[in-house]
């Protein structure tokens, strides 16, 4: 026992253990388990040869439902949580859960700010059911063994009233481009992320994922405008993009918020994109109004 072998083998055993951890530790700390491919999914006859759209993860592709339409989903078990990225936020979706006779244990509303939203399931549900009474589109699909929602599914929460800082940019990437220093400081519950434009639905997800991925877990605001990456001067933007509709739309996001300060693009346009220097001019007058 004594000899320099038996202690080289020791330690190095001894460094191995460390270094790998147990099995019952990784399943503790592991990631929920899918169950998406246990359960069975019905569509409007229309849609259902697009079923395999709502596991792609690409979230540009989507499935549309009519007011009168309804996903229906019969879960596996073990099933605790669902997943819904919609394509865009619904304006009036309910998510209902049912028991084995069709019984509605609950029912929940959708946010009107999220794209995406993860439900914990009641105690006896065997099926759910997701309908409108506007047209929706749900990009995602998820069923999980889990109440709470995976850490790659980058779950986030609404944007809350007066945030200390509203970093407002005209579209998605300008936030790390541009303002990549001061990211750090803004991932906190009070700091709030808007984004005039966007590319796509894709292009959300990125940012969302990006948030993230910083700490923050408040979902950015995402504006419906136009998306112009190009150095189009602001004149010629004027030709495609409302000004008096951008100009109230971002007087609805300050009042309804009500930041402590606005930090946005500088009145001279970066890299002459007009974007830039749209979205700067009117967010002061917005600010001013």
């Known amino acids: 026992y004594g000899s320099k072998f038996f202690r080289s083998a020791v330690a190095f055993f001894l460094l191995c253990a460390m270094l790998v951890p147990a099995p019952a530790a990784r399943a503790e700390g592991g990631e929920p388990t899918d169950l998406t491919g246990e359960c069975k999914v019905s569509l409007p006859e229309r849609s259902a040869s697009f079923e395999e759209r709502l596991t792609d993860a690409r979230y540009n592709s989507r499935i549309s439902f009519e007011s009168h339409e309804a996903l229906e989903v019969t879960l596996a078990d073990g099933a605790k949580g669902l997943y819904v990225a919609w394509y865009t936020a619904p304006e009036a ?75 407002i940019v005209a579209m998605t990437a300008d936030e790390s481009y ?12 009070d700091a709030s992320l808007v984004f005039l434009s966007c590319e796509s639905r894709q292009a959300q997800q990125e940012a969302i994922r990006a948030r993230y991925a910083l700490g923050s877990r408040t979902q950015p605001i995402f504006g419906s ?4 990456p190009s150095a189009i001067d602001q004149k010629r933007l004027y030709s495609y993009v409302d000004k008096g509709d951008v100009t109230n739309w971002l007087i609805q996001i300050i009042r309804r918020y009500q930041p402590d300060t606005l930090i946005t693009h500088a009145t001279v346009a970066e890299d002459s994109i007009g974007m830039h220097q749209l979205t700067s ?7 001013d109004q």
Request: some cysteine; glycine content about 6%.
């Open 281 to 287: 001019t009117h967010v002061l007058l917005a600010a």
């Open 178 to 189: 541009y303002f990549g220093s001061l990211l750090p400081y803004l991932s906190g519950d």
């Open 93 to 167: 979706a309910q998510v209902e859960f049912l028991d084995a006779k069709g019984t509605t244990l609950s029912s929940v509303s959708a946010s009107t700010d999220l794209l995406n939203e993860y439900f914990a399931l009641p105690q006896g549900a065997v099926s759910a059911r997701i309908s409108g009474e506007k047209a929706f589109a749900v990009s995602e699909l998820g069923i999980y063994d889990s109440e709470t929602p995976p850490e790659s599914l980058c779950v986030m929460q609404p944007q809350s009233a007066q945030p200390k800082v509203m970093l």
């Open 225 to 228: 405008f136009p998306y112009y």
